[in-house]
């Protein structure tokens, strides 16, 4: 599985994020969050989320609440 795949199956599968609403694009290993959350919990969650993914290197956080 791709790096992008593996953050947005468990974006998906976490149930206080909205996985569906945002956006995963990887280069480089560095993945970018794209998208609009509800809150700012959710928001920092889904940065935590993609950080803890084997591969990924650096985060680019652009969720908008």
Request: proline content about 0%.
């Amino acid at each position: 599985m791709t790096a992008t795949v593996l953050v947005k199956t468990k974006l998906l599968a976490n149930q206080s994020t909205h996985g569906i609403a945002i956006k995963v694009d990887t280069f480089n290993n560095m993945v970018s969050l794209i998208g609009e959350v509800s809150t700012s919990e959710e928001k920092d969650l889904s940065e935590k989320i993609a950080e803890n993914t084997d591969g990924i290197s650096k985060v680019k956080n652009m969720l908008k609440v």
